[in-house]
């Protein structure tokens, strides 16, 4: 599926009307459409490559904003809310909860609202105002050069480095569809812990993006709890899991590293000096299990800025 | 001749009538049971794995709800895009066997589908519940109009029919 497609894939959660409006486009401007943000009382923007843009009532984007730009009303707004649910908000209520709700294509639409609070915790969201959804867009090949540097010589430990958006998650994706398929003859057993479904992106119990056909997901368990899971029921060669942080998830991934399962983990880090300096980052190095680390540069996705060995960032 | 034969067909006539009516309270009492057992369905995938609404239509469509042919188009227009409280309602308004029989009950269950799918799980089951109530009474109401129209019916018709044949005998 390209671009194209998968936009046309995403827009289909708006009410007939909009969706035909956003179809009408260029193929060009719905290439290069990342994000279509959706605001009560507001006009529909959408967030290009150029800019954000205004969606214009004759099908077209513009950067003018006038009387003619499409704006929705809060009940066309909670009407998709309920589209983007799949009219089933007990289903989704938890990721509602989190702030985003990934929808058929591994689509994720953040919802915005008015939080209703127990003991200081987010129980539900009322008063949806806002809905920012962000066009999926699986890179197949955006592991290729960190998989012949890390993984040309079998499965290993990596630690992949990065500052937001610069392509983390999208490149243990695809590391979790070459290690488990059969395009490189490895047929590792891979299993992903994706505590917060971006990996897999399952939709009503579908796996929306390509992990390969030897790979087990499990999706929405706290890291620390999924990881024992792995280690306890589906014996992988390798365990992928998306931005460590806590000291659970570093205490699970050591009883991991013990019984001799390797990691792909991502960690976020937005310059080398961050990288060296946590101390996570020493503390799985020290294990002796990470043979290699990268630091994504942020320029663009899945773009290595530098490799290191175990020795370059303990040294 | 003729007209013992005529007398028969109009006893015959009268009997079937009355059949026919107390098939209807017996489809009646048919329809509510699996409602019921929809609400059922729906509770138990809702409490055990908070199941989206395309699945519990499709569970409870398969799972013995056979008389109630909305829930599998219901399912069909909400994969197609459809808003599920529009799909239910245009749904059930379509399968006039059920309106015509329950015409009351056919609005109550129209009315659910402003409540499906939007809140909670205990919110959902809470919902459930409510409406298991509603139905549940309406079912022992139409279980007791059966049990006297089984035997009514039949023998009203066999009665009216036997008068009329004599009368025209």
């Given at each position: 599926m390209n671009n194209s497609e998968r936009f046309a894939q995403a827009v289909r959660v708006f009410p007939p009307a909009l969706t035909h409006l956003f179809l009408g486009l260029t193929d060009s401007e719905k290439e290069s459409v990342r994000e279509i943000r959706l605001r009560a009382e507001k006009p529909v923007v959408a967030v290009t490559e150029s800019g954000c843009c205004f969606l214009h009532s004759s099908g077209r984007l513009t950067q003018i904003y006038s009387g003619h730009t499409v704006a929705l009303n809060s009940r066309e707004l909670e009407e998709i809310f309920h589209r983007v649910c799949s009219c089933s908000v007990h289903t989704f209520k938890d990721a509602i909860n989190r702030g985003f709700v990934t929808v058929e294509g591994g689509h994720r639409a953040g919802v915005g609202g008015t939080a209703v609070t127990e003991n200081g915790r987010v129980v539900s969201v009322r008063d949806i105002n806002c809905i920012n959804l962000r066009i999926a867009r699986e890179i197949r090949g955006a592991a290729d050069e960190i998989y012949s540097r890390c993984f040309s010589s079998g499965v290993g430990g990596l630690i992949v480095a990065g500052p937001p958006s610069s392509g983390k998650t999208t490149v243990l994706r695809d590391l979790a569809r070459q290690l488990s398929g059969v395009e490189r003859g490895v047929l590792a057993r891979v299993f992903v812990c994706d505590e917060r479904g971006e990996?897999?992106?399952?939709h009503c119990g579908r796996v929306q993006n390509d992990l390969g056909i030897n790979c087990d997901l499990i999706t929405s368990y706290p890291k620390s709890e999924g990881i024992l899971i792995g280690l306890r029921s589906f014996s992988p060669d390798i365990i992928i899991c998306d931005e460590i942080a806590t000291e659970e998830e570093i205490l699970a991934i050591e009883s991991g590293l013990r019984t001799g399962v390797d990691f792909a983990l991502s960690i976020h880090a937005g310059s080398e000096t961050e990288l060296r300096s946590k101390p996570t980052v020493r503390r799985l190095v020290e294990s002796g299990c990470f043979a290699n680390a990268v630091l994504l540069?942020?320029?663009?996705?899945?773009?290595?800025e530098k490799y290191f060995s175990a020795g370059d960032l303990i040294g | 001749m003729a007209e013992f034969a005529a007398a028969l067909l109009v006893a015959a006539a009268f009997v079937i009538g009355g059949r026919m009516l107390a098939s209807a309270a017996s489809e009646r009492v048919e329809f509510i049971k699996e409602i019921l057992l929809m609400l059922n369905i729906f509770e138990t995938r809702l409490r055990y794995a908070g199941a989206p609404v395309s699945e519990l239509l499709h569970l409870a469509s398969e799972g013995g709800?056979?008389?109630?042919?909305f829930l599998e188009k219901c399912g069909i227009l909400l994969a197609e895009g459809e808003i599920f409280k529009d799909a239910w309602e245009k749904c059930i308004r379509e399968h006039t066997a059920f309106c015509r029989l329950l015409p009351e009950e056919s609005e109550k269950l129209i009315g659910m589908g402003s409540d499906i799918g939007r809140t909670d799980v205990e919110g959902q089951l809470s919902c459930c519940g409510y409406y298991k109530e509603i139905f549940g009474a309406c079912l022992l109401e139409k279980e007791e109009i059966f049990r006297r129209s089984a035997a009514l019916y039949p023998k009203l018709g066999i009665m009216f029919g036997v008068s009329a044949a004599l009368f025209l005998a």
């Open positions: 990996i897999g992106a399952v540069s942020g320029k663009e996705v899945g773009k290595v | 709800c056979s008389r109630l042919l």
